[in-house]
């Protein structure tokens, strides 16, 4: 069975006639059968059908080391009032000004 996605909506055949329609952005897994179909050399070259014959394995997560309450920086906050004031002009009076 080979993996894959496609962007596009494809079909492949088989030589008995028949075929299997594959729908965008589902993944897939399709019988052998489909590499000897032109349409499916011809997607794989255009970037319209990406192929994988692996499965991917969970990835762990990398470990995070913790710093002690004591060694963290610390985070000082602004009073209120010793904070610089923003004054917003509406969009309406900044396209009056111009």
């Known amino acids: 069975m080979i993996k894959a996605v496609a962007k596009k909506r494809l079909a492949f055949h088989d030589d008995k006639g028949s075929f299997i329609t594959v729908k965008p952005f589902q993944f897939v897994d399709l ?8 349409m499916f050399a ?12 692996t499965v991917t394995a969970a990835v762990e997560a990398p470990k995070v080391e ?11 906050t602004v009073p209120e009032e010793k904070a610089p ?8 009076q900044k396209a009056a000004k111009k």
Not at 66 to 76: F, Q, R, S
């Open 31 to 38: 019988p052998d059968y489909v590499r000897k179909d032109p």
């Open 42 to 53: 011809w997607a794989v070259k255009d970037g319209i059908l990406e192929v994988t014959d």
């Open 66 to 76: 913790t710093v002690p309450e004591e060694k963290a920086p610390k985070v000082e």
């Open 85 to 92: 004031k923003v004054e917003t002009v509406p969009a309406a």
